[in-house]
């Protein structure tokens, strides 16, 4: 039953036929329990306990698209993999990307969820192209190509397959 003003708990009790000994029961497990601010005196809840207290409004996030990834690959050739934030002020202008999204975005067109091995490595699109399609042979050959890209597994086997190659990755690419 709704009240048309403010009701204390002792008048909807009459109304829903609830004993008093229970109500006093329930008013000090509210006062008792709950967080500051959240009873009333007379024990009822108090509703603007639990509106919210600030709105947060959230920009739209721009969309990744042909030419951010086309200023990704002149970014990784013109400064390298790592230098995030040198690439988004020199080529990804306009865009509010930050390093993580970057370094991501690049992991993606290298084929590579670990860049640790690329830090430094500087290439072109084609190069950039030639790492991944690498990448993918050997995550498709160790069973380690997960969703697009090279990944490690709990048993070590990209470790192990890259320690047994001759030349590390980004001397074979460089040249």
């Known amino acids: 039953m709704e009240c048309e003003r403010e009701c204390t708990i002792a008048e ?3 109304n829903y036929g609830l ?3 229970r109500l006093q029961y329930v008013i000090e497990m509210r006062r ?3 967080p500051p601010g959240m009873v009333n005196s007379d024990g009822s809840i108090n509703q603007e306990f639990f509106k919210p207290k600030r709105i947060v409004v959230l920009q739209p996030r721009c969309k990744w698209g042909k030419p951010q990834r086309d200023a990704l690959y002149k970014g990784l050739e013109v400064h390298g993999v790592g230098k995030w934030r040198e690439i988004a002020n020199d080529f990804l202008k306009g865009g509010k990307w930050d390093d993580q999204q970057i370094r991501m975005h690049a992991a ?3 084929g590579s969820q670990s860049l640790a ?3 430094g ?5 084609e190069m950039v192209e030639q790492e991944y399609a690498r990448n993918k042979a050997i995550g498709e050959s ?3 190509w997960k969703g697009g890209m090279l990944v490690e597994d709990n ?3 990209l470790r192990k397959y890259l320690s047994e190659e001759q030349q590390p990755v980004a001397a074979t690419t460089t040249a």
């Open 12 to 14: 909807h009790s009459n």
């Open 19 to 21: 004993q008093m000994d």
């Open 117 to 119: 091995r690329y830090v």
């Open 108 to 110: 993606r067109l290298l």
């Open 155 to 157: 048993n070590g086997t």
């Open 121 to 125: 490595w500087k290439g072109n699109r």
């Open 32 to 34: 008792r329990y709950s």
């Open 142 to 144: 160790t069973g380690c």
